[in-house]
């Protein structure tokens, strides 16, 4: 089993694009799953919360942008980050990234070895080192010597 285990969401309208990226992370060990609009990927992240979601910036008629400010309006979806994708020749779209909280994005088309990169680092952001912290606290009792004697 490879060392990456973290659940992605991938996004894309394009087919191939989809299946290139998938191919890509799955051989590195992370899980993905795939979705070609707004609506599979809402389904999507409701039953399996990713730990992080690549996405395309242009869903063909649908905005990578607008999914992400919906993914953040639900409680279990607002700590996934977010690596978008985007066309050549979008001089506007590094801003619309940050102003929706983005954690990255990436200019197709890209080395698969700069996405790989981008996702180790954006699933080590600091809110989801917090987030695994808690919940490993969750899980094993604050004082192991008194949950034994009682």
Same mark, same amino acid.
């Given at each position: 089993m490879l060392a990456n285990e973290a659940t992605i969401l991938i996004v894309d309208n394009d087919p191939i694009m989809l299946t290139g990226i998938a191919a890509v992370l799955n051989h590195e060990g992370f899980v993905c799953h795939c979705a070609a609009?707004?609506?599979?990927?809402?389904?999507?992240?409701?039953?399996?919360?990713?730990?992080?979601?690549?996405?395309?910036?242009?869903?063909?008629?649908?905005?990578?942008?607008?999914?992400?400010?919906?993914?953040?309006? /639900?409680?279990?979806? /607002?700590?996934? *980050?977010? #690596?978008?994708?985007?066309?050549a020749g979008r001089p506007d779209v590094i801003e619309m990234v940050r102003e929706v909280g983005g954690a990255y994005c990436l200019t197709k088309p890209f080395d698969p070895h700069v996405l790989i990169d981008i996702v180790d680092r954006a699933l080590w952001m600091p809110h989801l080192i917090r987030t695994?912290?808690? /919940?490993?606290?969750?899980?094993? *009792?604050?004082? *192991?010597?008194?949950? #034994?004697? /009682?």
């Amino acid at each position: 089993m490879l060392a990456n285990e973290a659940t992605i969401l991938i996004v894309d309208n394009d087919p191939i694009m989809l299946t290139g990226i998938a191919a890509v992370l799955n051989h590195e060990g992370f899980v993905c799953h795939c979705a070609a609009d707004s609506e599979a990927a809402f389904k999507a992240a409701r039953a399996i919360v990713p730990d992080l979601m690549v996405c395309d910036v242009d869903l063909g008629g649908e905005s990578g942008l607008d999914l992400y400010r919906d993914f953040y309006r /639900q409680e279990t979806l /607002q700590d996934i *980050p977010v #690596v978008f994708l985007a066309s050549a020749g979008r001089p506007d779209v590094i801003e619309m990234v940050r102003e929706v909280g983005g954690a990255y994005c990436l200019t197709k088309p890209f080395d698969p070895h700069v996405l790989i990169d981008i996702v180790d680092r954006a699933l080590w952001m600091p809110h989801l080192i917090r987030t695994r912290v808690e /919940q490993s606290h969750v899980k094993r *009792p604050k004082n *192991p010597a008194q949950s #034994v004697t /009682q």
